[in-house]
Nanobody
Framework: VQLQASGGGSVQAGGSLKISCAAV????????MGWYRQRPGKGRERVAM???????DLLDSVRGRFTLSRDNARNTVELMMDTLKPEDTAVYYC???????????????WGQGTLVTVSS
C-alpha cells in the first residue's frame, strides 16, 4: 500500500491550492488520514487529520483557511488551502494509519512530499 499525493505548486499570497492523497493498493481499512508539513528550517507539524467516522482536526494557524475532505469509499483526502500565506510554504506529507488486506496490525504510512510555495 502506498499513499500517492498530487497537487501543490506555487501561488501568490492570498491564493488557493489543493493537494490530494490516495491510499493505493490492497487496503483493508483506513483509520486516520491527513496531512503534515515541514516548513523550511522547522520540524514536521500536523496540519489536518481526519478519522474514519468524520472527525477532523486542524492546526490552529490554518483553521478557517484550510478545509480537509475525505472520501472513505475511495480512501482519499483532499486539502483545500485558501487565503494562503508565505508562512504556509512547506513540503506537505500525506499520512495515514491503515491496515492492509491480510495484515495483522495497523501501520503508519507516509506519502512522498509535495511542495507548496507561497510568495508574498
Amino acid at each position: 500500500v502506498q499513499l500517492q499525493a498530487s497537487g501543490g505548486g506555487s501561488v501568490q499570497a492570498g491564493g488557493s491550492l489543493k493537494i490530494s492523497c490516495a491510499a493505493v493498493g490492497s487496503v483493508l481499512a483506513v483509520h486516520t488520514m491527513g496531512w503534515y508539513r515541514q516548513r523550511p528550517g522547522k520540524g514536521r507539524e500536523r496540519v489536518a487529520m481526519s478519522t474514519h467516522d468524520g472527525q477532523i482536526d486542524l492546526l490552529d494557524s490554518v483553521r478557517g483557511r484550510f478545509t480537509l475532505s475525505r472520501d472513505n469509499a475511495r480512501n482519499t483526502v483532499e486539502l483545500m488551502m485558501d487565503t494562503l500565506k508565505p508562512e504556509d510554504t512547506a513540503v506537505y506529507y500525506c499520512n495515514s494509519n491503515l491496515r492492509q488486506n491480510g495484515g495483522s496490525h495497523w501501520e503508519n504510512i507516509w506519502g512522498q512530499g509535495t511542495l507548496v510555495t507561497v510568495s508574498s
